[in-house]
């Protein structure tokens, strides 16, 4: 079935949009699809004539990457327990490493956002890229086929090996942050606090902070509590680390 079409897209949009197909090494059959991948939902607000945010691409394509990396993990680590697996392929999925992976592909270029959601950092928001890169992932597989989203991921990653070696140090940073902190200030000195909930019911967006000892050492944000806290605990390392050098 086609995918509904969008008003025309501006020349500038589409140097953009043909600079990230050049990146991916794929170019979509169906323009519409890569438009949908790369629309925030504030730019709706905005234009009511555009059909579609990326929210329901951002779905399919958060369960084609989780499938494509979990059987690429189970053969590369046949040893492995589901414990092992399941934490390296949520090193591969959550937290930074997509966002960051955006930003390798210069996706930031290419996001529609609202003019409100732009002035507040939107289109660099860690969410909003990682959402928008796993909407790329669904677009693809729509446009294509399973094979051809598998080969464009690990043409964006590269090796798995490679790249979990780099993600492990930020594995469970409020974890190293307790122990940062605890034989010097104790166990009870560290705190989180959610100080902002923004975004509609199915797309939150929280804002954390932590404090040592009443002192604000990091904020951080995510689109749940969990990884909006693991920010700010990322941010208090540095803090941290740079304060004692």
Do not use: W
């Amino acid at each position: 079935m086609a995918f509904e079409i969008s008003p025309p897209v501006p020349a500038s949009e589409n140097q953009a949009l043909a600079a990230l197909q050049r990146r991916l090494d794929y170019t979509f059959r169906d323009a519409a699809l890569l438009e949908c991948a790369v629309t925030h939902p504030s730019y709706l607000q905005e234009h009511p004539e555009v059909p579609e945010s990326n929210q329901r691409l951002e779905f399919l394509g958060d369960a084609v990457l989780q499938f494509v990396l979990t059987e690429a993990l189970f053969d590369l680590f046949p040893t492995d327990r589901e414990g092992a697996l399941s934490k390296s392929r949520s090193a591969l999925t959550k937290g930074k490493f997509l966002s960051d992976l955006a930003r390798e592909i210069d996706l930031t270029d290419c996001l529609r956002v609202g003019s409100s959601e732009e002035q507040t950092g939107g289109r660099t928001r860690d969410s909003a890229l990682e959402d928008a890169i796993e909407a790329v992932i669904g677009a693809i597989f729509r446009d294509s086929d399973l094979v051809t989203a598998r080969r464009v991921i690990f043409h964006l990653i590269g090796s798995l090996s490679d790249r979990l070696a780099s993600r492990r140090p930020d594995e469970n940073p409020k974890g190293r942050l307790q122990e940062l902190v605890q034989g010097e200030h104790g166990n009870n000195a560290l705190r989180y606090q959610i100080i902002k909930i923004s975004g509609e019911e199915h797309a939150r967006e929280f804002e954390a902070t932590a404090s040592l000892n009443g002192e604000l050492i990091g904020t951080g944000r995510g689109t749940s509590k969990k990884s909006a806290e693991e920010e700010a605990a990322r941010v208090a390392l540095v803090t941290l680390q740079a304060a004692k050098n």
